[in-house]
């Protein structure tokens, strides 16, 4: 994590770990909202690696969202990003994710418990229903392995843009995610 305004995963990129005994592949994708380059295009990315790994049959045991508490408003870019990972992960899916909230020691206590509460009522609430779960990040080495923990534990899934394109055959823009974004 840089602490410059210049957005530093640029590129997919994989680290291989152990975990609680278990071999991991971390992939860490750009965010929405890059300095450099589009949504759509952060999109093609994902799913191009998505793709090329499931025609190996690498499927993924969970997925992390995250979520900085320390924003005070869930704009329009946020909610479109969220609707876009909502419909590339797709319904069965979403028992595997974990919404993760950072920067906890950017913003007092009961402030970001406030807005805790406000995204899991309102915009994780369906997420949250469909199976997915929260976890407080708060940037130590133990905090890490616990969320890494939760994850390896899961069952691998695949996810609905994965079936589209390479199971139907659908191009990206024709996607639920595809289409998301467009909207």
Known sequence: VGHTLFSHTSEIRTTRCTIGGSNVVLVDTPGSDDTTKTDQQILESISNWLNKSYKKSTLLSGILYFH????????????????????????????????????????????????????????????????STTYRYVNTPESSRQLLSQVVKKKRCELRLQKQMADKSVKLQETDAGRELRS
């Open 68 to 131: 900085r508490i320390s924003d005070n408003r869930m704009a329009g870019t946020l909610l479109k990003n969220l609707g876009v990972f909502q419909k590339l992960c797709g319904d069965k899916a979403l028992s595997h994710v974990v919404l993760v909230t950072t920067m906890w020691d950017e913003v007092e206590e009961s402030v970001g418990n406030m807005r805790l509460e406000e995204l899991e009522g309102n915009y994780w609430k369906m997420m949250i229903a469909q199976g």
